[in-house]
Structures are given as C-alpha cells and as structure tokens.
C-alpha cells in the first residue's frame, strides 16, 4: 500500500517535471518570437516602408532621391550590425545620454524632439534603461509616421518612487476607443511591464498624443 502511494506519487512529480518543462520551454519560444518581432517592427520595418513610400522627388530629384535612400539603407545595416555585436548591457547607469542619443539618431529622419529633463537621479539598471529607450523610441517613431508633425518633446522626471518619462506631440491624434496596434501593445507597454514599468497612451483627435512611460527606481 505505502509502495503503491510511493509509486504514484513519483509518477505525478515526474508528470509535473516534465508539463513544466514544456511551459516553460513553449513560454521561452513565445517570449524569443516577441523580441525578435519587436527588433523588426521597431528597426527593420521602418526602413523598408521608407524605401518603399514613394514621393514627388522620386522623378524629379531621382539622383537625391537614391542617394538618400541609400544613405537610410546603410544607416540601418550599421545599427543592425551594431546590435548583434554588441554585448549585453550591464550594470546601473544614467538614463539621459541614451535619450539623447535616441534624439540624435532620430533627427537624421527629419524629427525634432526636445529633451526636457529636470536635475533628477535619472540612474536605472540595464534591462529597465534599454526598455524604457526603446519604448521612447517607438513613441517617437509614431509621432513622425502618423501626427503630421515633426516635433516632440521627450521629458524626464522623478515619479512615485521611480522615472516617468513622457513623449508628447502636437498632432492629429487618434481615436483612443481603437484597437492598439503592435507598436503600442508589444512594442511599448508590453516592454515596460517586463522590468516592473508600465505605459500609458493618451490621444485625441486635434490634440494629439501623450506616451507616459514609468519604472521603478529600484
């Protein structure tokens, strides 16, 4: 009898083991096909739809046209290049100069963004950094796609324990009743709630569009 309970009980944990590892593995592929989504709706899919976006240049400027397209092409092979010899990020550091940095990166496609940042201990560990950056980054990325404006501002503040920082334009805005897209869903509060953050999207049509990213300072 006790032989017989010993036996079962053996089999149900081998039976755990073994369900375990398939969700664990099934939650490792999901969580692999997410990153790699983001790194080609966040780096790759912006460049092909600039290649492929005609324009009034294309027939009149064709050499500046090309030149120009090439000169995109080649930025983004470099960042990609980049990102896969880079090696993982560690250790805490400041936010700011990644910010800024993302700015910069960005004015090349025509973006004017402002970073307002107060005298705040903006210093977050690696993952949380890189998430909040990249989240900022998608945000900015909408604002020059889909507002009609090249300008946004990017502010940095200390918030209930933690960093907020909120990209905000001016432009046409949206409906906020719709369905997020893949930008807004994975690409910014899905990767904030990952290190422990959270995103907040506020839009209206002719008011334009507030992205409040938060992590805990911890």
Known sequence: MIFAASLCLMVLLVLSVRLAHRAGYRHGRRCERDVLNRYLHDRVLPTLEALALGSRSDESAAPARLAELRQAAKEQAALIRRDMAAAPAAGRARLGP????????????????????????????????????DAAGEALRNTLKHSGTDRAEVRVAERDGGISVTVRDRGAGFDPDRKPGFGIAESIKARMAEVGGSARVESRPDWGTQVTLWVPQS
Do not use: G
């Not at 910069?104 to 977050?124: H, P």
């Open 98 to 133: 990644e910010l800024v940095a993302l700015i910069e990166d960005l004015s090349r496609s025509r973006l004017r963004a402002e970073l307002i940042r107060a005298e705040v201990d903006d210093t977050l560990s690696a993952p949380q950094r890189t998430a909040v950056r």
